[in-house]
T-cell receptor
């Protein structure tokens, strides 16, 4: 079946760099997306990787290796406001149709 | 503010009842998605509509149904409610071209509590 795996929790200090990994098992892969969700808030889109390699957007970068079914989100110069849950997501196209699958999320705690 | 609106913000009801959640997508967006998020859980994709037609389906229960109207707003109907249906229900929309990675813009959600 289809699945995405992420660590449940990551803790880091302000100013540090943290990497959140995501491994996936799908068919008909259409790229890996990342979303951020603060407690009580709605998910917001962070990045997307359709091809292998690194995509950079400010302090956030995302990487994809399709051959390894693996990606990661890299957060640099951590700030307190980065404390949130981070979800990887794929559009999985199996059986002639597709659906969206989100990982269970990684809760990031940034310490002062 | 994503531009996606959802009503109501909170809903409290009893088991066995039926409720309707409403979503208005961003101006110009043709796709609407519905997700369920239970406490401390990830997002479960329920269903997607594109310009009034069902486009993709997730693990949506038979007790749940949705539709998208000509003005592109969407409604999610939940019937024969059970305690386990208590969750946050998000609606999202995306632009006609899909955008990079089919970026989805999420509404603020409707918190459903079934007592």
């Amino acid at each position: 079946g289809q699945s995405l795996e992420q660590p449940s929790e990551v803790t880091a200090v302000e100013g540090a760099i943290v990497q959140i990994n995501c491994t996936y098992q799908t068919s008909g892969f259409y790229g890996l997306s990342w979303y951020q969700q603060h407690d009580g808030g709605a998910p917001t889109f962070l990045s997307y990787n359709g091809l292998d390699g690194l995509e950079e957007t400010g302090r956030f970068s995302s990487f994809l290796s399709r051959s390894d079914s693996y990606g990661y989100l890299l957060l640099q110069e951590l700030q307190m406001k980065d404390s949130a849950s981070y979800f990887c997501a794929v559009r999985d196209g199996t059986s002639g149709t597709y659906k969206y699958i989100f990982g269970t999320g990684t809760r990031l705690k940034v310490l002062a | 503010d994503s531009g996606v609106t959802q009503t109501p913000k909170h809903l409290i009801t009893a088991t066995g009842q039926r409720v309707t959640l409403r979503c208005s997508p961003r101006s110009g967006d043709l796709s609407v998605y519905w997700y369920q998020q239970s406490l401390d859980q990830g997002l479960q994709f329920l269903i997607q509509y594109y310009n009034g037609e069902e486009r993709a389906k997730g693990n949506i229960l038979e007790r749940f149904s949705a539709q998208q109207f000509p003005d592109l707003h969407s409604e999610l109907n939940l019937s024969s409610l059970e305690l386990g249906d208590s969750a946050l229900y998000f609606c999202a929309s995306s632009s006609p071209g899909g955008g990079e990675g089919n970026e989805q813009f999420f509404g603020p959600g409707t918190r459903l509590t079934v007592l």
